[in-house]
């Protein structure tokens, strides 16, 4: 196919164009948005070479000129919804400024539900994902621990946001085709789980169960997530352990 590299390549390491022949027709910006235009209306599994092609208004071959691979697709989307984080100055508590660009980077997910799907090293060295990088690593200055470890931080904390919000969006999608409401679901399950602790073969189980339910207020899961992310820092922060 026209465009597609023999050997390993990177795109941002492609030019956009070169000197020669007329202007491109669509740039690398035109593209992201038609494919993350399409995954956010009818999910990743519809974007494909042929789809943005048609959403563009050209041919699927021409495509290939600017994107060579599918997997170049994904980086260009990635990228793209990437510049929705807001890099702010940071104030100098790392720990509230990583709170809350992992509160943004959950809320960028949400809005693009595809997105936990794709989040992999691999498609990790997008200009704005790069720009987000050295944007957590500005916030967490005050952190007096080793450069490696201040990215390990930022990959563990990144990992739970993805993790939390794949797990609540998979939730959403899976109740969305039941005949039935997600408080229905979570009864009925609830209640099979009672009946299977209280059979007595599950001891340590049944106290977990037991301390739960005298609790009078349901579990906030927005709650459990923060909580998460508190433990995650309290893990790199010196003054905590």
């Not at 000129?65 to 929705?84: F, H, Q, S, T, W």
């Not at 349901?218 to 309290?234: Q, T």
Request: charged fraction near 25%.
């Amino acid at each position: 196919m026209a465009g597609r590299p023999a050997v390993p390549e990177v795109i941002w390491a492609r030019p956009e164009r070169t000197g020669r022949g007329p202007k491109p027709a669509f740039t690398r910006a035109d593209i992201a948005a038609a494919a993350v235009r399409i995954a956010d209306e009818r999910g990743l599994d519809a974007v494909s070479m042929r789809h943005v092609a048609a959403e563009l208004g050209c041919g699927t071959m021409s495509l290939y000129n600017y994107v060579p691979r599918k997997e170049d697709l994904y980086e260009l989307m990635i990228d793209a919804v990437g510049a929705e984080h807001e890099l702010f100055e940071p104030t100098g508590d790392w720990r509230a400024d990583m709170l809350r660009n992992a509160e943004e980077t959950r809320a960028i997910m949400r809005r693009h539900t595809w997105l936990p799907r794709l989040m992999a090293g691999v498609y990790g060295f997008s200009p704005n994902t790069l720009r987000y990088l050295e944007h957590c690593l500005a916030c967490l200055e005050p952190l007096d621990v080793p450069a490696g470890t201040k990215t390990e931080l930022i990959a563990l904390l990144n990992g739970v946001v993805t993790t939390y919000t794949a797990n609540d969006i998979a939730t959403v999608e899976r109740t969305r085709s039941m005949p039935w409401s997600v408080a229905e679901e979570n009864a009925a399950r609830m209640a099979y789980l009672g009946s299977q602790v209280a059979t007595g073969a599950y001891p340590r189980l049944a106290a977990v169960f037991a301390e739960q339910s005298g609790q009078s207020d349901p579990i906030d899961l927005e709650e459990v997530f923060r909580r998460a992310l508190e433990r995650v820092l309290d893990a790199f922060d010196p003054k905590r352990r």
